[in-house]
């Protein structure tokens, strides 16, 4: 993935901002015939993780029916995919099963738009149909993907090893509220 491998909790899938997509923006489910669009926006967007064609089965495995209802493909005023955000879930995480936000990914003609912020905010609240919180894992190095879990109410997992090294070092780069909370609590316990 690049970077160090991270996880983020949203301990409750309450109070979810609502954001709008831009004019002539939106979201709609995907069907299976969309594997290969889902392949393309991801290569065309990731720059870390190598997309192989069999990528997608891999991550959501033959769970056809929750990937009608819980995959996403980000719409731009023509129609056309642009983006990706999954509503996904694990039913082994932590021994219980969770709600996860999985595949994030925005073509980067159209980044700089908000459709990440639209689209984590619809899918959250898809989320919320089906579960009372949810994860979700990333890289070190997409520093504006955790800057903007953080601001939809996303925590750092401190439970993985290293994590509160990881965190300590991020939370010096962001300047970010909850991970000044994190860095002090950090401090106070090296104090003890």
């Known amino acids: 993935m690049g970077g160090s491998s991270v996880n983020m909790l949203r301990p409750d899938l309450n109070n979810i901002m609502e954001v709008p997509f831009p004019d002539g923006y939106g979201i709609r489910p995907m069907t299976t015939d969309d594997i290969g669009l889902w392949t393309d926006i ?36 023509k129609g056309l995919g642009v983006g990706t955000i999954s509503a996904w ?27 990440s912020k639209s689209a984590l905010s619809y899918s959250l609240t898809q989320l919320a149909q089906w579960h009372d919180r949810c ?22 997992d401190l439970t993985l090893p290293n994590a509160p090294a990881v965190w300590r070092e991020l939370a010096i780069r962001l300047k970010h509220p909850v991970l000044e909370q994190v860095l002090t609590s950090f401090r106070n316990v090296e104090e003890l």
Request: net charge positive.
């Open 89 to 115: 879930y694990d039913n082994d995480f932590r021994g219980q099963r969770y709600g996860r936000i999985h595949w994030v990914s925005i073509r980067p003609s159209c980044q700089g738009l908000g459709l």
């Open 42 to 77: 991801q290569r065309d967007a990731e720059p870390y993780v190598e997309i192989t064609d069999s990528l997608f089965r891999k991550e959501f495995g033959d769970d056809l029916e929750a990937i009608k209802s819980r995959c996403y493909i980000v719409t731009n005023p």
């Open 135 to 156: 994860y979700l894992v990333t890289s070190t190095k997409r520093v504006p993907a955790i800057s903007l879990y953080l601001k939809f109410g996303f925590v750092p």
